[in-house]
């Protein structure tokens, strides 16, 4: 049992993880299965809408930082914030 830092809620970690180091262990540590389940779903969106292609770094960067975005674990919009 975690507390999920997206739901914020007591809830059970994700099960299986595709992230290993140290993403994965804050993953683990902070975000629950159900959360984590919207996120591939959601990330299933983006890759299509993006047209991302994931053998490009570029796009797994990307996605790794919505997916950070998308669970809370980085402030929404870093960019516009360095920038204002
Ligand atoms: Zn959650």
Do not use: Y
């Amino acid at each position: 049992m975690i507390h999920c830092i997206r739901c914020e809620k007591d809830a059970e970690a994700i099960i299986a993880m595709p992230h290993g180091g140290a993403l994965g262990e804050t993953l683990k540590a902070k975000v629950c299965g159900l959360c984590w389940a919207e996120w591939n779903k959601e990330s299933v969106k983006i890759i299509n809408e993006h047209r991302l292609n994931l053998s490009d770094p570029s796009a797994r960067a990307f996605l790794s930082t919505q997916m950070k975005i998308f669970l809370k674990l980085a402030p929404p919009a870093p960019l516009s914030i360095a920038l204002s």
